[in-house]
Every structure is written in C-alpha cells, then in structure tokens.
C-alpha cells in the first residue's frame, strides 16, 4: 500500500502506527486545504463607493462562495470515508470571520485567516501558496470562481506557484490511494484525468450535487464557535494587477413586448433590429 | 515580439474563438505599433497561415510529443519559453485556455488580466474593461507588471477580418521533465451538438416545458435556428436534462448573440450566467416574470402554443433568406 508523502516528522510514527491497523486504504493523515472566498450575497444589489473606486459592503449580506461550498462539502466525505482534517484558508479581513465561522460549522476542523486585503488573485495566490509550503497539504480544493471578481485565476495561479497538477472547472473527484481520479468540464464535454496527490482543483456543482450541500446545524454552529481560527500574517508580495474604477452595466431597455398572434414580427425583429439571425 | 496569441486548436482545427483572439491581439498590436504573432501547438490539420487574415503578422507552430495533447502547465512553458520578449499574451477564456492562462502568468512572470469583454483601454499601462459581481458591476483593472496576460472572454469581442503576412515558422518545444501534470485518461465530447461555450444562438428551456417530454419543441426550434440547448437549474436537477446543458451561476455561464428563454422565470441565479447574452427573447406565460424585465423581446403565452409556431416562421424565414 502506498501511503502519502508526511509532511511533518511529528505525524510520522502516528502515521506509521496507524497505516498498521489499517485494512482498507485510508489516510490518517490526509490533509485538505479548502480555499473559502467571502463574497456578497448572490442577490445583493451592487454599488461602488470613493468615486467608483471600491465596491460598497455597506447593508450587503456576505456569504460563502458558492463555488467554495461545492469542494467544502466534498472534502467532509472524504474526511468521513478515509479520515483526515479539513482546514480552510480564506485571504481577507476580520470582515470575513462570520464566513469562516459557517465554514467551520458546516465541518471544517480548522480554519485560517490570512490577515489582508485580498487586492488581487496574484497576492492571494501568493499568500496560500506560502501557507501550503509551509504546512503541506495533500489537496487543495479551491472553486472555479469567486462571485464578486470572477476572476476565476486563484486556483491555478496557487498550483503554477506550487508547480503542482491543477484541474479545472472539476466537476468530480475519486481518490484511490494517492492518486485522484478528475472530471472536468471541457468545451461541449468532459475530460477525465488522472493526478498524484498533491494536486489543486477548482470546483463547481458536480463536485457534489446541491441537493448534497451541507447546511450548518446548531451542533455545528455551537462547536464552531471554539473551533481554532487561526489569524496568519500576510507574505510581502505586491498585487499584480489593481482595478482603478468600477461600473454598473448599462440598464436594459424596456422589453419590447411581441403579441403571440404575431410571432413572425418577432423573427423580423431578430433579423432586422437586433441582427442576430 | 510584444503582442502574442495562443491560437487554440481541437483536434486539429481552431476554434472560433481562436480567431477572435488572434483579430484581438492584432488590434492591441497595432495600438502598441507592434506586430501580433500567434502561436499554435500540437498537431495541426488546419492550415495555420489562416490566422494571417486575422492579423498574424506570424504564426509560430509547435509540434511534438511534449505539447500532442492540451496540458495547462505544458503548454504554458513552451509558449513562455518560445516568446519571452512577449508583452502581452493574449488567450481566449475557454474551459482550456481559463486553465492555461494562470500558468502562462507565473511561467511568463505576468500580471494575469481574466474576463475581460473589450479592447484595452489603454495600451500603457495595459488597462482592459472586465466583467465583475456575476454582470451586475464592470471592472477596468490596469496591470502593474511589464508583461500581461488578457484572457477574453469568448464571443465578447468579435472576430474581425485584418489582413496580415501570415508567415508561418514551425518552432519546437524544450521539454521540462520537472512539471507534475495531471494526465489524461480520456474524453467524452458530445459529437455532432454544438458545444453550448461556442454557440452563437442558444435556445432554454426551465419547468414550464412541465415534461422532459416536451423537449421536441425545444429541439425542434433549436434545430430552425442551429441554435445550442440549454435548460435553468431546476430541470436539470429534476434530471429533465443533462447537467451539462444547465446555464447560470453554478452552471455553464454563456454570452451568446441570442438567448431565447422558454418557461425560465429568470431567477437571479439564471441571470448571472446568461444575461451577458447580447439579446434575449423571454417567452412565458407569466406576464410578472422578472426574466422580462432582462428581455429585449418577450412574448407573453403559452409555450405550447408559440414555439411551434415560432419554429414555423424560423423555417419560413431560412427558406426566403
């Protein structure tokens, strides 16, 4: 049986001890990193304040990232079929400590907060890329985007920095031993590939189902509440990129309303106005 | 070598959106009085002089076993490798080139620009327009770095027809044994369907089509327009339709030129992945849906009753155009 590679010689005789007692393939010490981003609300309305310049969180409901939900829900059952801990690493101030906490009641072990404006995804790439060098993780699971920059660049930003196999939009996961078999979403399919741990992906729905996302329960939220968050410095790394201004999309005009008795002023339409067929 | 272009091929042949980028790279090219050159890689059965009535002043062919098949990390230390005097590399955000954006970023030592919906602002400082809070906010983010990579998105920009000498120069990769990748097992590509990221007309569906049964009109006005299916999340989580046909936030997001929505109430969550669309037809059969409110053109009634007919005048129109 292969095992994984220790990250830490204090974990290697717990580790050797229990690879003894172990029948079925299983990883005492498997250690995910679960990347949570805290974004707005889906349903926030979106407004910019100093001129345009920053996003405004003034009355704006913060929660996790939708696509970060997927993996965190997919590394609760691979702690739960081969055991391991779960800790997730969120780049951002103590705003983001509510959005932590309901990470850590939905089932995280343990969580870290890099202390930092998350200015960009080069800074927060580097930031986790030095948190995974330093305490070795054997799997990252980052979502394929944040919802309020949809950047979309962290995850494979970390992995080139690790120089780590990245795969994404991963839309399904199976460990075997250390190596994890990955579906992916390709133009109009799906491409199946095969990675030795560690490896880093950025999921979205498929990962799990919806249906299959953990809630926090009460006993969750309680344990929460004295689960270890720890607060990490930021590295001295400069953003590569800085956005100099924000703005709204331009308002939609009026629906152009087409009576059902008259379908071929529609295809007119689509012809002639909107040049699209 | 300032302006280079990673022309992306599958199975040989470019993508649409290759060319999209190529006539991008071009226009940023001349705006920074410079040349744009397109790289391709592996195997090529489409003639890549082509990407020279896009604006490829030259085209740069990589062959060989280190880049036969799309590997992010891979590919990204060969096309570094072979421009390093780049200024911006341009790559189109499809699934492909979203994976290999960020690696060409670190392996170039580059400021990473993605989502980005039009020409640059400004050549220097590179500073480009990209979307932002899910299309309810636009950014325009400026790099800091000497050297860029814009990631597109596809079908935000166009393709524009620029002649250009199209000198074609086969080039070889170094191989770098020290890259962990993971590797390919296989792929399942849906065959004869236009794959939903590439389609320029999409016609969707969501539960007011109350049976996955009822999909021959859907299909049948997406066959008259050689449009792209698509269905909400609900019908796809009942398992009316397949997962991967699911557009908005948690499933594909798609800007095609027509998005024709069909018994889709227009949830915020729809809206996010398909209101970049740049017209959208609501039919339905609730005159309060707030998907009108997104719509260029809606049409309140029954769908049972308007999309066969509106399938009938599709067909009327093709035959007379």
């Known amino acids: 049986m292969k095992t994984l590679k220790i990250s830490h010689p204090t974990t290697r005789s717990i580790a050797l001890f229990s690879q003894l007692f172990c029948l079925t393939q299983c990883y005492p010490d498997m250690k995910i990193l679960v990347c949570i981003s805290h974004v707005p609300d889906t349903t926030s309305k979106i407004n910019f304040t100093n001129n345009n310049t920053s996003f405004d969180a003034a009355g704006v409901q913060f929660i996790i990232n939708p696509y970060d939900e997927f993996g965190l829900t997919r590394a609760l059952w691979i702690k739960e079929s081969i055991g391991g801990t779960i800790t997730t690493a969120t780049v951002g101030t103590a705003a983001a400590e509510p959005t932590i906490r309901k990470a850590l009641a939905i089932g995280a072990d343990d969580a870290i907060r890099i202390d930092a404006d998350p200015k960009d995804g080069f800074f927060v790439a580097s930031q986790l890329a030095a948190l995974v060098k330093e305490n070795g993780y054997d799997l990252v699971i980052c979502g394929q985007e944040s919802i309020d920059y949809n950047g979309g660049q962290v995850g494979g930003l970390l992995a080139a920095l690790l120089n780590w196999p990245f795969v994404s939009p991963c839309v399904g996961m199976e460990l075997n031993g250390t190596t994890a078999t990955i579906i992916r979403e390709i133009d109009g399919g799906k491409e199946i590939s095969k990675a030795e741990l560690p490896v880093v992906i950025a999921g979205k729905k498929g990962l799990v189902e919806e249906k299959d996302l953990r809630i926090p329960n009460m006993r969750g939220i309680m344990m929460a509440r004295t689960k270890p968050l720890l607060v990490r410095p930021a590295v001295d790394v400069a953003a590569a990129t800085a956005t100099v201004r924000f703005e709204k999309p331009a308002a939609k005009s009026a629906v152009k309303l087409i009576s059902k008795e008259n379908i071929a002023e529609l295809v007119s339409l689509l012809h002639n106005e909107a040049k699209v067929i | ?321």
């Open chain 2, 1 to 321: 070598m300032a302006v280079v272009v990673v022309a992306e091929t599958w199975e040989g042949k470019f993508k649409k959106a290759s060319f999209e980028a190529v006539s991008y790279g071009a226009r940023v090219a001349k705006s920074m009085g410079t040349e744009a050159v397109a790289i391709t890689l592996g195997t090529l059965t489409d003639n890549p002089a082509d990407l020279g009535k896009y604006g490829a002043s030259k085209i740069l062919t990589l062959a060989g076993d280190e880049v036969a098949t799309f590997n992010n990390a891979r590919y990204a230390t060969a096309i570094a490798g072979l421009a390093s005097d780049a200024h911006v590399y341009i790559v189109s955000g499809t699934n492909n080139g979203k994976m290999l954006a960020p690696f060409l970023a670190v392996a170039a030592k580059a400021a990473l620009i993605t989502n980005v919906t039009a020409l640059p602002e400004s050549t220097s400082p590179i500073r480009v327009k990209r979307g932002a809070f899910s299309a309810k906010g636009i950014a325009f983010t400026e790099s800091t770095a000497a050297t860029t990579v814009i990631c597109i998105v596809p079908n935000s920009v166009g393709i524009e027809a620029l002649a250009a000498a199209g000198e074609v120069q086969a080039a070889s990769a170094q191989s770098n044994g020290n890259i962990r990748v993971a590797k390919i097992e296989s792929v399942d590509k849906v065959k004869g369907k236009i794959p939903l990221p590439e389609a320029e007309l999409v016609v969707s569906a969501g539960r007011g089509m109350k049976a996955p049964e009822n999909w021959n009109l859907i299909e049948d006005l997406a066959e008259s327009l050689g449009a792209a299916t698509a269905c909400s999340k609900p019908v796809s989580d009942i398992g009316w339709r397949p997962h991967s046909e699911h557009v908005g936030q948690t499933g594909i997001q798609i800007n095609p030129n027509l998005y024709i929505a069909i018994g889709i109430s227009g949830a915020i969550q729809h809206l996010a992945g398909v209101s970049a669309s740049k017209t959208i037809v609501v039919i339905n059969s609730d005159a309060d849906a707030p998907f009108f409110k997104a719509a260029d053109y809606g049409i309140v009634g029954d769908a049972f009753e308007i999309v066969p007919k509106l399938t009938e005048a599709i067909k009327a129109f093709k035959a007379h155009n």
